[in-house]
């Protein structure tokens, strides 16, 4: 469709297509020719490193015309709606719209409150997180050359991920093995559609790959946040070298960052030659433009 909001509902052929445009831009493939000057507003209301600087560069490398709102001096401080606002952008002349926000599904509430330009969605609270899984799958591909019959392992917490929702519907279809490791307080019992629980000594055996996920401190209520021992998480499910000697050979571990060093992994495993942390946030600004240059051709402004 004209935006990007979700994977989900996208077929298998849809996906191999959007890896297979990210791995050729990984590869130095220039970007066909836009047929307008499309101009891009980034909109981060929660923070961001990775996510939007990578958008940023993506944007640039397609040649788009770039407007990053410095939302902490905006009139969203003076209690402007999130509609209202991307109206506000929309008015003034932008055609796509990236965005970030606490709310989950904030796209269906502006649309129905009639937002009309594209939208791509860089993170909706807990709900999904559509690019972030397209880094994750051509980091993937890099790696094993194939999605089919891999294991995943994904530990920490499963029930605030947005990152967990979104890979693991995707992965799933794409004939992934997973399982799913953590704090029993944090199991999501809607991930028994996608896969099992597993202890983690058990699980890290079978992993191809050992995604961890970062605690997320802000997303706790105050009962899970008074109950949260840090010294329990890490004795129990942190990835450190015991653990890391279980794995198989050709295992690497993921993380879609920021890391809290030593706490979901040691931190000397993240630089470590099993990591490939860091190649997942060079792989956002591929898959990125993979995403927008999809969003761009579905709305006629790049020749396809
Ligand atoms: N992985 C991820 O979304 O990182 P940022 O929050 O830094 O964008």
Not at 98 to 103: D, I, L, T, Y
Request: some cysteine.
């Amino acid at each position: 469709g004209k935006d990007c909001l979700d994977l989900s509902n996208l077929d298998k052929q849809e996906i191999f297509e959007l890896v297979a445009l990210a791995e050729s831009y990984e590869k130095g493939q220039k970007p066909k020719a836009l047929k307008k000057d499309v101009k891009v507003a980034n909109l981060f209301f929660e923070n961001s490193t990775r996510t939007v600087t990578s958008f940023q560069m993506a944007e640039h490398n397609l040649g788009l015309s770039r407007f990053d709102l410095n939302l902490a001096a905006s009139s969203v401080k003076k209690g402007e709606t999130l509609s209202d606002t991307l109206k506000t952008v929309e008015s003034i002349g932008m055609d796509i719209a990236v965005v970030r926000h606490s709310e989950d599904a904030w796209f269906n509430t502006v649309k129905q409150e009639g937002v009309k330009l594209a939208l791509v969605n860089a993170g909706d609270g807990a709900g999904v997180h559509p690019s972030q899984t397209m880094l994750d799958l051509l980091t993937i591909k890099q790696e094993f050359g194939k999605f089919d019959g891999l294991n995943v392992l994904m530990v920490g917490d499963l029930s605030h991920s947005r990152v967990v929702n979104s890979d693991a519907h995707v992965f799933k279809k794409l004939g992934m093995g997973l399982t799913f490791a953590g704090p029993k307080e944090w199991w999501n019992e809607d991930l028994n559609n996608y896969g099992r629980y597993v202890e983690l000594d058990e699980g890290i055996k079978d992993a191809d790959v050992v995604m961890c996920l970062r605690v997320q401190n802000e997303r706790l209520d105050d009962k899970e946040a008074s109950s949260f021992s840090v010294d329990d998480y890490v004795s129990h499910y942190r990835v450190d070298e015991a653990r890391a000697k279980l794995m198989k050979d050709s295992a690497i571990f993921m993380h879609p960052g920021p890391v809290n060093r030593g706490i979901e992994i040691e931190s000397k495993l993240v630089d470590g030659p099993r990591s490939r942390i860091f190649k997942q946030m060079k792989n956002g600004v591929f898959a990125r433009m993979a995403l927008l240059t999809k969003v761009l051709q579905a709305n006629d402004w790049m020749e396809d």
